[in-house]
């Protein structure tokens, strides 16, 4: 992470963007990787697909996921972030900003697709209305994490928006096998692509991720 850098990528997200599940180890007991790594943080950032990102392009990074967050806790973080001070001095010493929006599911806070299509075009003019005013320039990317919902709109902002399936974790159990018809968690633990106690990703499947994300930032950079 380099805290010098003219560039800045802002995550929000669930357990999959912090990283949960990045430090288990083939073998391990359920109680070593509860006890010492399920919720570790350190090992998350340093496991996950998030510092890959960044180290790959050098830039600084600022992270709002959660453990077991909501999207509308995550729209709460950022509704207090753009509002507070951190967002006032990025302003200020950033050239570009760069956030990655995990959309997690919508049974955690009982919402409905339409609540959480609302949410993505009010972030979207949001945010193309703080460019008009701002030194940095903004750019925001939503991404489905670990299912591909059905959406009615399709902004150009949602990474895979053509593709059906689009979240994470088709994306590693298709990387592993590009020729399955059918994806989820059940063929993710069977192919040992998640870790078996909480079905997060596993480091190496961090890396898949990292490498999507990578890929996918070059051109906006």
Known sequence: MNLNSGTILITFGDSWTVGEGAGYT???TKIRFEELFKRNEDICWKKGWRKKVVDHFNIDHLNFSTFDSTN???FESAKKFFIGKKFQELTKTKNKIIILW????LKRDGATIKDLELDILHWNQYIKLLNNGIKPTIINFWYDTYIS???SIKPNNLIGSKRSKRDLLSLICLNFDNDRLETGFEFADNNKLV?????HPRAEQHSVIADYFINYLKPHM
Not at 102 to 105: F, M, N, Y
Not at 195 to 199: G, R, S, V
């Open 26 to 28: 083939k073998g391990m």
């Open 72 to 74: 509308t806790q995550q």
């Open 102 to 105: 995990g959309l997690t599911s």
């Open 149 to 151: 919902k059905e959406y």
């Open 195 to 199: 870790d078996p106690y909480t079905y």
